[in-house]
T-cell receptor, first 109, second 114 residues
């Protein structure tokens, strides 16, 4: 089983749509969780950290379910500029980040 | 956010040559930097952890004699791909960590070995 699994997509959605990404991780000792965004041929950029209580940043909402080892990202009112690959990232607490393959999102006019 | 630079941004070289990639933290000191590699449509894979003033820690399957890492100062780490071959062609990305758990990534270096 892969350490961090994501649906590769691509997810094709129209502008204004709501889209949800899911991620599962295998290491129950994982302590920190993140969503990164990676544009084509660019480096990953931190989108948001993920907490058990859930957290929201504008149109983006992240949720963590430790019991199910499941992480989600919800994007509301999609914009064209949201088109990118979204990476689920897990850390065991010693700085090492483990990346999922990413889920590609394509937002069309 | 913190700024990390990489140089060069892309390299094309002949098989057998060595390529050096620099990673710099521009506005903070980083005792630890990380080197990743990303093949097309694959996830970022950690290659090694670079520690200032000491030897790098390599991940399983990464040849330390082929991928030489030097972290001579708190703001600079270098990765040298020795005797590069076409299978080494990839996107190499470094990151640095100014605070616990948060890593900032450099813009990456695209290496193409002919």
């Amino acid at each position: 089983r892969k350490e961090v699994e994501q649906d590769p997509g691509p997810f094709n959605v129209p502008e204004g749509a709501t889209v949800a990404f899911n991620c599962t991780y295998s290491n129950s000792a994982s302590q920190s969780f993140f969503w990164y965004r990676q544009d084509c041929r660019k480096e990953p950029k931190l989108l948001m950290s993920v907490y058990s209580s859930g957290n929201e940043d504008g149109r983006f909402t992240a949720q963590l379910n430790r019991a199910s080892q499941y992480i989600s990202l919800l994007i509301r009112d999609s914009k064209l500029s949201d088109s990118a690959t979204y990476l689920c990232v897990v850390s065991s607490g010693y700085s090492t980040l483990t990346f999922g393959k990413g889920t590609m999102l394509l937002v069309s006019p | 956010g913190a700024v990390v630079s990489q140089h060069p941004s892309w390299v094309i070289c002949k098989s057998g040559t060595s390529v050096k990639i620099e990673c710099r933290s521009l506005d903070f000191q980083a005792t630890t930097m990380f080197w990743y590699r990303q093949f097309p449509k694959q996830s970022l894979m950690l290659m090694a952890t670079s520690n200032e003033g000491s030897k790098a820690t390599y991940e399983q399957g990464v040849e330390k004699d082929k991928f030489l890492i030097n972290h001579a100062s708190l703001t600079l780490s270098t990765l040298t791909v020795t005797s590069a071959h076409p299978e080494d062609s990839s996107f190499y990305i470094c990151s640095a960590r100014p605070v616990a758990e948060t890593q900032y990534f450099g813009p990456g270096t695209r290496l193409l070995v002919l």
